[in-house]
C-alpha cells in the first residue's frame, strides 16, 4: 500500500499516522478541525523525539517520516488516491456509519476500509458501503507508536485477501496482530470494560478509596495501571459508549454502566484529557493526585 488515509486526528489518530509514517508509508492525515491537525503534527514530532532520545529513531528517520504525513481538512480531497483508510474518529456510530457512506463515495473502488473502532460493530459499518468485503477492523492500542498489540476484527462479509493484506502491514509496523470476530467489545474490552465497570462499583458503593482500589489491582494483580487510572488514561466517555454498545448488543444487565460513570461523564469529568476524573492531572506534574470528590 502506497497510500493510507486516516480519519481523525485525535489521540490515536496520530498515533496511527505517526506508525504508518515511522514505516514507510504515505500518509494523509485527514481532521475537520485545522487546529486539531497542527496539534497532532506538534504531537507526532515531539513523540518521534522521545524515540531519539531513546536510540530508537535517528534524526534522518524522523524528519523522513514526518515529510511523510500531509495534512487534509477535506474528506474528499484526502482519501481520493487512497489505498486503505484508516477511520480513528470519535467512538460514536452515527458518525462512523456517515464516515463509511462518504469514504464509500470518495475512495477508490478498490481501496479498503479499517476501523480502530474499540467496540462498534464492523457489519453495520461495511452494510453502509458498497465493498463489504474490504471493510475490517483494526484496533490499535494506546499509546500506539508503544502498544504492541493490533486487534483485526473480521466483519460477517470481510475476506481473505483483506484480512491477510491487514495481518501483513500490522506486521510490518512490528505489530502483533489477533485475529477476532465481529461482536461487541471484541476481546479486549469485552474484558477490559467489565473489569473496570466493576472497579467503579466497588468505588460507589464505599468498599474502597480510589488509590486502594488501584493498589490491590497492581500490587495483587501484577496489573502496570490500576483500572480507575487507566479509566481517565481511555477516557471515561469512552469506557461509557463502549459498555453501552456492550449492553445493547448482548442485552445483559451485566454490562450496565454504574451511575457514578454517568455522572461522571455528563459532568465533564472524562479522565485525563479534562484535567479530572478519578485522579486530577495537571500539565507537566506526573504526580498522581486523587481529586477531591473522591478524598475522605
Not at 462518504?102 to 457489519?123: E, G, K, Q, R, W
Amino acid at each position: 500500500m502506497k497510500n493510507i488515509s486516516i480519519i481523525g486526528s485525535g489521540t490515536m489518530g496520530n498515533g496511527i499516522a505517526h506508525v504508518m509514517a515511522q514505516y514507510g508509508h504515505r500518509v494523509s492525515l485527514i481532521d475537520i478541525n485545522p487546529d486539531a491537525l497542527e496539534r497532532a503534527l506538534q504531537t507526532i514530532q515531539r513523540n518521534m523525539e522521545r524515540q531519539i532520545a531513546k536510540g530508537l529513531l535517528t534524526e534522518a528517520q524522523q524528519k523522513a517520516a514526518m515529510e511523510r504525513i500531509q495534512p487534509f481538512s477535506y474528506l474528499a480531497e484526502g482519501v481520493k488516491t487512497a489505498d486503505l483508510v484508516v477511520e480513528a474518529a470519535t467512538e460514536n456510530e452515527g458518525l462512523k456509519l456517515q464516515l463509511f457512506r462518504d469514504l464509500d463515495t470518495h475512495c477508490p473502488s478498490a481501496a479498503v476500509f479499517a476501523s480502530n473502532t474499540s467496540s462498534i460493530s464492523i457489519t453495520q459499518l461495511a452494510a453502509v458501503t458498497s465493498r463489504p468485503e474490504k471493510v475490517i477492523g483494526m484496533h490499535f492500542m494506546n499509546p500506539v507508536p508503544v502498544m504492541p498489540l493490533v486487534e483485526v476484527i473480521k466483519g460477517y462479509h470481510t475476506d481473505g485477501p483483506t484480512t491477510d493484506m491487514i495481518l501483513q502491514l500490522a506486521k510490518q509496523l512490528d505489530k502483533t496482530p489477533v485475529v477476532v470476530n465481529d461482536y461487541p467489545g471484541f476481546v479486549a474490552n469485552r474484558i477490559l470494560m467489565p473489569m473496570i465497570n466493576e472497579a467503579i462499583y466497588t468505588l460507589y458503593e464505599g468498599v474502597a478509596g480510589v488509590e486502594e482500589i488501584d493498589q490491590v489491582m497492581k500490587l495483587g494483580m501484577g496489573h502496570p495501571m490500576g483500572p480507575l487510572q487507566l479509566a481517565d488514561f481511555i477516557g471515561l466517555d469512552v469506557c461509557l459508549a463502549i459498555l453501552r454498545v456492550m449492553q445493547e448488543g448482548f442485552g445483559q444487565p451485566k454490562y450496565a454502566p454504574c451511575p457514578l460513570l454517568v455522572n461522571m461523564v455528563a459532568a465533564g469529568c472524562l479522565g485525563v484529557k479534562t484535567g479530572e476524573g478519578f485522579y486530577l492531572y495537571t500539565k507537566g506534574s506526573k504526580e498522581l493526585v486523587v481529586s477531591s470528590k473522591f478524598r475522605s
